[in-house]
Each structure stands twice: as C-alpha cells, then as structure tokens.
C-alpha cells in the first residue's frame, strides 16, 4: 500500500509538472502573438495610405545663401535637401517664399501651401484654413508651378487644382508638428 501511495504522489507530481508545462507553453504563446500585434499594428502605421505623394530624403544640409550652388531637388515644390539656416515666418506670405527657405520650414515639421493663381477668392479660402494654425504653416504664393495648389511636407507632396477643405486639412494634420532634425 506504501508503494502505491508513493506511486500516487509521482503520478500527480508529473501531473503538476504537465500542468505547469503547459501553463508555460501557452502563456509563452499568447505573448509571442501579443508581440507580433503590437510589431505588425506599428509597421501598418509606418505604411498606412498618408497623403501626397512620398519622395526621397535629400537631407538637411546647409547652405548660407540661396544663390549658393546645391543638389537640385527632387520635386517642385522641394520637399527636402539644402536649405537655408532660418526659416521663413509662419503665416500668410503675399510673395513667393525662396525654395531654399521653405525647406528649413518643412524640417522644423512645417507644411507650405502653395498657390499659383491670380484667384483671390481661392487664397481667401486657403487664408482662412492657414489662419486656424498659429505656428508651422505657411501660405505663399508660388507662380511657376504647375498645378494651382501645392501641399509639401518633409518627403511629402499633394498638388490639384480644385480647393478641397478636407484634402488640405488632412495634410496639415497628417505632418504639421513633426521635426525632421537629425538627431
């Protein structure tokens, strides 16, 4: 009878082990699936359909005058490369912003909204979506361009020619505040 209790006790002893085992196995699993959401949901976002067209990153280099000689940008407007040290003021400009200004603006995380129109019922209204902003928007016109409208950000650019209101605001909110300093 000893030897049956002593039998006993081993059998629920590696009954508890198994147990245990399993326990570890699955909590194992539901972590590792876990992870694999959070990694796959952050990758989804670094993906996710954004607005305007991507361009590569020129960089953030420095040049002292906007006649110095530079890479030539990849887009027009520019969305990224040489620049000069300071910005242009945030807000309403009246005359064309110098594109190596711009560029500073997009990477202290500003967005330019650019017109190329003598249209003034279409500046009132981009007036009055960049006046909603105290800081890291600009307006200005832009008369070489293209299209009638264009939206850069750092590596980003919308251009149409038809005033749309959410179009525009979810650019701005799209990259409006995001600092492109390397660091």
């Known amino acids: 009878m000893a030897k049956q209790q002593t039998k006993w006790k081993g059998n629920a002893r590696s009954t508890t082990r198994q147990t245990r085992r399993r326990l570890t196995a699955g909590l194992a699993i539901v972590v590792v699936v876990v992870v694999a959401a959070v990694v796959a949901w952050f990758a989804y976002q670094a993906s996710a359909d954004k607005p305007g067209q991507k361009f590569e990153d020129l960089g953030n ?98 251009r149409f020619d038809e005033f749309d209101e959410k179009r525009i605001v979810r650019f701005i909110e799209a990259y409006r505040g995001i600092d492109h300093h390397k660091r």
């Open 61 to 158: 280099e420095h040049i002292q005058t906007t006649s110095d000689p530079h890479a030539a940008y990849n887009s027009d407007p520019p969305t990224s490369g040489p620049h000069l040290p300071y910005i242009a003021p945030w807000g309403v400009h009246t005359r064309p912003v110098p594109l190596e200004l711009q560029v500073h603006n997009l990477e202290d995380g500003g967005v330019v909204v650019q017109y190329n129109c003598e249209c003034p019922e279409l500046v009132e209204k981009l007036r009055g979506i960049v006046r909603k902003y105290d800081v890291q928007l600009l307006l200005a016109p832009y008369p070489s361009m293209k299209t009638r409208i264009a939206l850069t950000a750092w590596t980003r650019l919308d």
